[in-house]
């Protein structure tokens, strides 16, 4: 190898060597950071009676799991779910969602879009209000809303309602983890 300056080379091409190395460094993790995205995952319900550390380090682990190392796992974990149901939001990858979606303890995990639409087109009317009014249509010192109570009524649902029947369905598929669950009144050999 013809070097220039009497040196023996090698500074060039361990320089060379470097330098291409911290770039595929940076270009891998600038595409793993540009893929993460917010997913849920829903781990069904509390297996008895857990500590909320215990269940925190139970969703550090499955993170662990799919991630690099434990400082990676604790980072991409945004919010644990620890009282009404189990489980966690964390910036994943699509491969490390699907990979924690396939391990036994996880029942689903889906990706959080944050777009969420009202469940009601009625409400201007129920509270007798005209859709479309401007902000200034009431006179200062009104006291709107004073003395107003806003509640959610809740119909009920009946499982033995034709939309929930499973009639010209197939079997549940194998893979699907979910429970069905009795209570007053509905016992769990009614579920479809």
């Given amino acids: 190898m013809k070097t220039t300056g009497g040196g023996s080379g090698q500074p060039a091409m361990s320089g060379l ?3 291409l190395f911290l770039f595929s460094l940076f270009t891998a993790a600038a595409s793993t950071t540009k893929q993460s995205q917010v997913y849920i995952v829903y781990l069904g319900e509390h297996a008895g009676a857990k500590s909320k550390g215990t269940i925190l380090d139970d969703h550090h682990a499955l993170l662990l799991s799919v991630k690099g190392s434990e400082e990676e796992a ?3 974990l945004l919010y644990s ?3 009404s149901l189990n489980g966690f939001a964390a910036l994943l990858s699509d491969d490390q969602a699907t990979k924690l979606s396939e391990r036994t303890e996880v029942v689903s995990a889906f990706r959080s879009d944050g777009r969420w639409s009202p469940h009601t087109t ?3 009317e129920f509270v007798g209000l005209e859709e479309g009014l401007s902000k200034g ?3 200062s010192g009104a006291h709107a809303g004073e003395n ?3 509640g959610m009524l809740d119909s009920g649902i009946w499982p033995e309602w034709r939309s929930f029947s499973d009639e010209g369905l197939g079997p549940v598929p194998a893979r699907w983890k979910g429970v069905c669950q ?3 009144s509905f016992n769990s050999s009614s579920c479809n």
């Fill in 74 to 76: 604790r980072a991409s």
């Fill in 81 to 83: 779910y620890k009282h």
């Fill in 137 to 139: 249509w009431l006179p």
């Fill in 17 to 19: 060597v470097f330098f």
């Fill in 182 to 184: 009795g209570g007053d």
């Fill in 148 to 150: 107003v109570i806003v």
């Fill in 122 to 124: 009625r409400s201007w």
